[in-house]
């Protein structure tokens, strides 16, 4: 009787254990699950980043939050960014330039060059880590204009004599409504010039240019992306599908990284309201002018 009581009791106490490793090992492959699972899930949230910058460039404060955004974004591996414009004011260029340097401390960035990256278009692809452009891609244009219009001749013809009264000299010239003076102009040439020294030593520092390599594209000329690969402007003949190729290959990001576009208009901002009943206005005036310094090539205002 005593043996059979303890053979039960053996017998129990073995189920239990036996129970016991069953749900070990059950608990543990769930956990095991869950890991692949929450891994996999982390990995598909992981992207490529690309922005397209186009058209006139100028300060824009939604631009610039999709692109400090994608910065902070761990999920954003790298950054892609498609320029295609003329050009566009020297502010604007300087404010993107700023920022994709700091886009490029925390992860890397290429530019792709389409049909124009000229003036401000090029200033800004100096900011990128590595610059990619198509053989008959427009860029380079290095330089920096200011301009004004002469109205007098006209508002003589039509009897119209505009008087103001200045605290200085120089104060509001160049005017449409004056004729420039040698110290007006004097004054608008040193503004010129100390933009464009600011261009061209950043150039020479970012593309690492000896002072005869500076000195061939310092007249403000365009090239095509090949010349511009020969004469150091640019690192690679390519596209988009090259960039991406580098950053895989130099960079070490995945491959199977989807590349997504960041939409600075997704983002909504109440003065889109008030801008879309005065965008004819502003439009308007997008068309006739272009205020402060400009680095500009050839823009096509439609």
Known sequence: MTLDVDALLDRRRLKRQVLLWRVLAIVLA????????????????????????????AEDKKRAKAIDDAADDKDVK??????????????????LYGRLRDVAKKKPVVVSMGTLATSAGYYIALGADRIFAYEGTITASIGVIFQATDMTALLERIGVKIEAIK?????????????????????IDALVK?????FLGLVRERRKLDDEQVKAI?????????????MGLVDELGGQDEALAWLQREKKID????????????SFDWSDLLGSISGWQRNLAGRLALDGLISLWHPALK
């Open 30 to 57: 769930a956990a095991a699950i869950v890991a692949i699972v929450g891994r996999l899930a982390y990995e598909e949230r992981d992207y490529v980043a690309r922005i397209t910058i186009s058209g006139l460039i």
């Open 78 to 95: 790298a950054l892609i960014v498609v320029i295609n414009s003329p050009g566009g004011t020297v502010v604007g260029a300087e404010d």
């Open 167 to 187: 605290s200085g000299a120089v104060k509001a010239s160049p005017n449409p409504f004056e004729k420039t003076t040698p110290e007006a102009r004097a004054v």
């Open 194 to 198: 100390d933009a464009f020294d600011q």
């Open 218 to 230: 310092a007249d403000g000329r365009v090239v095509t992306g090949r010349r511009a690969k020969a």
């Open 255 to 266: 491959k199977s990284l989807k590349v997504k576009d960041i939409d600075p208009k997704e």
